[in-house]
């Protein structure tokens, strides 16, 4: 990170250290001189009390004053001189070649000369503080000279000379330090920092990673600070975060299926507009056409007049056919029409309806032939599942064409699979196969493979999609196939898994057939019906 805190930190302690460092040593220069002026002229007027409160009339100053006076000589390195009006020496703390330097200062001040190399910083009645450099020594001096209550004359001094190489001196000591200690701190800060800005990056990881939607990330590095508080509040934030998101993907799914649904709707509407529209208008047209033929009286003989009444009654029954149709399948598809699931002998059911068909497939020189057994039980809405056998036998007999075979076929099979066994009823009818682009559409309502032969039989093409209805409603499969010769379309029941063999001799021509029969497609056999 190019502005990482952890060199933010390091970089703000170090200029915070080096300023410090850099105020001390400017202090140090500009300040510490006068700061020790200040304290030697605070000296001088400490020695100046004593000399002034305890030298008695004749010059004398007892033991206990003198012993605090030299220690303060000692300790600042004062020298002091004591004389009387005529400048001879009563005390004095230097040997006798500086008392007699510094009663020469004393006696020239007093006289007013000496005044050259000489900074006054201080004066009033009773003395006078001043910086002095002496040519005679090559020094500089704090001095005080003045007189004290008992009328003699005094002076004092203190060597600044040194000062000024302590302060460099200092000055160059504090330079080191400052380049040590910010060195250190430096180091110490980029150490101590780390403890910090670690979990501090934890918690940028994780905010990132948070906001990519990655909610199983957890704050680790705990603690018991504001920053262990803070992980411990991301935590909960990410999982509540997680949870609200769930929520939200959910009821976005549901919007969007319910967004797809209503879509869905509004074309079907739009298609189901459409396709009643076209399906109407030709019965209507002719309708029409042919009630007005009688109106007018178009043709006066009978035949006629019966004829276009024929027509008229025609259309009217084929329109009747597929408003029934479209209802039906309308309760099928929005649920309104309630499936009843109970055992039935589905064998039984294609049986009667091949028998009620039979008269039409001889009108098309058609056969019907059934290959299963007498007796097979399903469970399904009995009423519904003649609807699909109806529709599946109505669209073999409109289709049947070459060798003029509808097969229907009931095979048991799937003891093993979820839900027991199941019957297979495959309606087969020879003919032109179904063009693979269409399979998959054959199932809409209104799709017509052949408009023009669907027409010609009266076909709407809502049979297949009430069959597609009715195969949802039970759960079960269904679906279609070519086939070498033909089309066989199929649906499945689960049923009970055994059949009864064909025995009743009331049957036309029953036969048996075993030896080419599959036992894991039929139950006992094959009831073939002719």
């Not at 933010?8 to 040593?25: C, D, E, K, R, S």
């Not at 024929?310 to 309104?336: C, H, P, R, W, Y």
Request: hydrophobic share 40%.
């Amino acid at each position: 990170m190019k502005h990482s805190l952890r060199k933010q930190l390091t970089v703000i302690f170090g200029v915070l250290m080096a300023a410090m460092f850099l105020a001390n040593y400017l202090i140090n220069s500009f300040f510490l001189e006068s700061f020790y002026y200040t304290k030697k002229q605070q000296v001088l007027i400490e020695a100046y009390r004593i000399l002034n409160e305890n030298v008695d009339s004749v010059g004398n100053l007892d033991e206990e004053n003198k012993t605090e006076l030299n220690e303060l000589c000692n300790e600042n390195g004062l020298s002091y001189l004591v004389t009387d009006m005529s400048y001879n020496e009563i005390l004095g703390s230097e040997s006798n070649f500086y008392a007699s330097i510094m009663k020469g200062r004393l006696n020239g001040y007093g006289l007013g000369f000496d005044t050259e190399d000489v900074t006054v910083l201080e004066t009033n009645e009773s003395y006078t503080i001043q910086k002095k450099y002496d040519n005679e020594i090559g020094l500089n001096y704090l001095e005080m000279w003045g007189v004290l209550d008992q009328g003699y004359y005094f002076i004092m001094r203190i060597n600044i000379e040194s000062i000024r190489d302590s302060v460099r001196i200092s000055n160059e000591f504090i330079m080191y330090i400052c380049i040590v200690g910010i060195v250190i701190t430096a180091v110490l800060v980029w150490f101590v920092t780390k403890r910090v800005t670690r979990p501090l990056g934890e918690l940028t990881e994780l905010s990132k990673r948070m906001a990519d939607l990655d909610f199983n990330v957890k704050y680790t590095s705990g603690g018991t600070d504001e920053i262990g508080l803070l992980g411990r509040h991301f935590n909960e934030m990410s999982e509540k975060l997680e949870q609200a998101y769930a929520q939200l993907m959910t009821a976005n799914k549901e919007l969007q299926r319910d967004i797809e649904r209503k879509e869905q709707i509004d074309n079907m509407r739009i298609e189901f507009l459409s396709n009643v529209s076209h399906e109407l208008k030709t019965p209507i047209a002719l309708i029409q056409g042919y009630a007005e033929g009688l109106m007018e009286c178009v043709n006066d003989d009978a035949e006629s007049r019966e004829f276009y009444c024929e027509v008229i009654m025609d259309e009217a029954s084929k329109m009747n056919v597929l408003v029934q149709k479209l209802l039906t399948l309308n309760q099928l598809e929005f649920g309104n029409d309630e499936v009843e699931i109970e055992r039935f002998d589905l064998a039984l059911l294609l049986q009667n309806k091949i028998q009620a068909v039979t008269i039409l497939a001889q009108q098309k020189n058609a056969a019907i032939t059934y290959y299963g057994e007498k007796s097979i039980f399903a469970w399904g809405d009995e009423f519904k599942v003649e609807e699909v056998i109806t529709n599946y036998l109505s669209n073999a007999l409109n289709h049947v064409s070459g060798e003029g075979k509808i097969e229907v076929t009931v095979t048991v099979s799937g003891q093993d699979r979820p839900g027991g066994s199941h019957a297979r009823v495959t309606v087969f009818n020879t003919g032109e196969p179904i063009p693979e682009a269409d399979i998959g559409q054959i199932w809409d309502k209104f799709y017509k493979v052949d408009k023009a032969r669907t027409r010609a039989y009266g076909g709407s093409g809502v049979g297949l999609s009430i069959v597609k209805a009715i195969m949802e409603s039970f759960h079960q499969k269904y679906g279609v196939e070519n086939r070498e010769n033909g089309v066989a379309f199929w649906f499945e029941l689960q049923c009970d898994g055994h059949a009864l063999p064909a025995s009743d001799p009331d049957l036309e021509s029953p036969l048996l057939e075993t030896d080419d029969a599959d036992p894991d497609d039929i139950c006992d056999g094959e009831w073939r019906q002719e």
